[in-house]
């Protein structure tokens, strides 16, 4: 078990090392390392969005099988560079390919599909990120936020239906297969918990 002290560092190390891929986009960026760098910085944070979102639906699988009840600690935080990196996504897009013209962005959303489901799940991660304080969760209500929350069930879905619509066009399944095939096993242990949660309720 860690003290308080421990958790402390520890959420620091996790703070400063979540930065590190942005960090990274920024230097190759700005050096002049990259051969398209608006292609790379859109990838970039996508990925690290999935890469994050993994991280939060694998709290709970781990702190069950393992004990390490601090982990949960670490559960806010790295939600919120969830929605960190899905923002710097969603404005890769909307400043370099629409220069912040938001009526012409909306077109493009609704005309394409895979930026339709980005889109929906950029927007639902916002209550989320808004509601992360200690203060909302004492506004709402713990089984409302709780629920509110919920919403991460179908964001994981639809973020993996972006990724996968995107990459059709290059028929490259790798990744989204990858990315969809952790995130199922994930969502999938938790359902567990929690049927067999209600069962020993019941």
Known sequence: M???KQVS???????VLALAPLLRMVYLTVTGQLVDPLEFITRGTGDWTLYFLCMVLAVTPLRKLSGWNWLIKLRRMLGLYVFFYSFLHFMTFLWFDHFFDVQEMLKDVLKRPFITVGFIAFVLLIPL?????????KRLGGKRWQWLHRLVYV??????LHFWWMK???HNFTQPIIFGSVLGALL???LYWWVATRRNMA
């Open 2 to 4: 860690l003290s308080t």
């Open 188 to 190: 999938l242990a938790r």
């Open 168 to 170: 059709a066009g290059k």
């Open 155 to 160: 964001i994981a879905p639809l973020a993996i």
């Open 9 to 15: 560092w520890l959420k620091g190390a996790v703070f």
């Open 129 to 137: 990120a808004v509601t992360s304080t200690n203060g909302m969760i």
